[in-house]
């Protein structure tokens, strides 16, 4: 068993498109992650969060583990999570509201 109990945690990944010329200001603006963002992050169930970067197409690719009973639902709503987007969206695609947009990753293999 991995570092997380299947039974409680769950893994969620998901791919996000970055703006050309933009990793290193993205990689600076989460060197310095808001604490309320981490905490509320924390709150609604999230427990490990990494982002990755393939450099020749600017996908970012983010794999999460929350809890099972997440309320990750909620975290679009929170003040603190629009301000972060609002903080992000020149660096990376967005949906109207600055959110990223978000592609859902399956998992196809899965070596615990």
Not at 32 to 39: D, K, M, N, T
Not at 74 to 98: C, K
Request: glycine residues 2%.
């Amino acid at each position: 068993m991995g570092p997380f109990d299947p039974a409680v945690h769950e893994k969620y990944a998901f791919a996000m498109r970055l703006r050309p010329g933009c990793a290193d200001a993205y990689r600076r603006r989460h060197d310095a992650l808001w604490p309320e963002l981490e905490a509320a992050l924390r709150r609604a169930g999230v427990a490990d969060y990494s982002i990755h970067l393939e450099p020749n197409t600017n996908l970012l690719f983010a794999v999460l583990w929350r809890r099972r009973d997440h309320d990750m639902d909620s975290l679009p709503d929170h003040p603190v999570m629009r301000r972060w987007w609002a903080h992000m969206a020149d660096l990376m695609e967005t949906e109207p509201s600055d959110a990223p947009v978000v592609l859902p990753l399956h998992t196809l293999f899965h070596l615990p």
